[in-house]
């Protein structure tokens, strides 16, 4: 079975702390995303990542930034955490889709990040 | 206007029911329609996926899509409690990583 891994449920922080996410995946896929997600608006793509070293913003990238070092982890920055980015956190994987597959992603289980 | 519409809910039907959720949008150019199903506390995972228009069923699942009128539908029937969940669409063009997501409708399959 795919196995998104994010390294924390549930966080707690205060404004202004640095906070780090991260996620890992054991299929080998190409593809990393992180979105967040709220009540009423959806899945909203932070950023993502198609290769190691490779990032790409996504819809909503302030106050964000990522990290991929290496193919089966990537990791999301937030540098100076806001009361506004209260949220739950989605990383997600997938390959990419072609004749064989359907780009489909793979979610974590989210990570619930409150800011005080 | 949102790129995809998808009216939150609840939803609440009585166990045995066929269920209908919809979800409008705007951008033609849209091929890849998706549905997601997300437990409580848990990620999105995959239900169905639709290449261009047309029905695809999966056990108590079909997918629709109507590209004329810019609007998918998913159908459960003989509903169970252990599909209460939110229920997510999403639709991408030709892009591997833009998928646009409605907001999710919250279904409740009462016993």
């Known amino acids: 079975d795919v196995k998104v891994t994010q390294s924390s449920r549930y966080l707690v922080k205060r404004t202004g702390e640095k906070v780090f996410l991260e996620c890992v995946q054991d299929?080998?896929?190409?593809?990393m995303f992180w979105y967040r997600q709220d009540p009423g608006l959806g899945l909203r793509l932070i950023y993502f990542?198609?290769?190691?070293?490779?990032?790409e913003k996504g819809d909503i990238p302030e106050g964000y930034s990522v990290s991929r070092e290496k193919k089966e982890r990537f990791s999301l920055i937030l540098e100076s955490a806001s009361t506004n980015q209260t949220s739950m956190y989605l990383c997600?994987?997938?390959?990419?889709?072609?004749?064989?597959?359907?780009?489909?992603?793979?979610f974590g289980e989210g990570s619930r990040l409150t800011v005080l | 206007q949102k790129e995809v519409e998808q009216d939150p809910g609840p939803l609440s039907v009585p166990e045995g029911a066929i269920v209908s959720l919809n979800c409008t949008y705007s951008?033609?150019?849209?091929?890849?329609f998706m549905w997601y199903r997300q437990y409580s506390r848990k990620g999105p995972e995959l239900l169905m996926y639709?290449?261009s228009s047309g029905n695809k069923e999966d056990g108590r699942f079909t997918a629709q899509v109507d590209k004329s009128s810019k609007y998918i539908s998913l159908f459960i029937r003989d509903s169970q409690p252990s599909d209460s969940a939110t229920y997510l669409c999403?639709?991408?063009?030709?892009?591997?990583?833009?998928?646009?997501w409605g907001a999710g409708t919250k279904l409740i399959i009462k016993p």
């Open positions: 997600a994987s997938s390959f990419i889709r072609g004749r064989r597959n359907t780009g489909e992603l793979f």
């Open positions: 299929m080998d896929h190409e593809n």
């Open positions: 990542s198609y290769d190691v070293k490779m990032k």
């Open positions: 951008n033609s150019a849209f091929q890849y």
């Open positions: 639709t290449y």
């Open positions: 999403a639709m991408s063009g030709n892009s591997n990583y833009q998928l646009i």
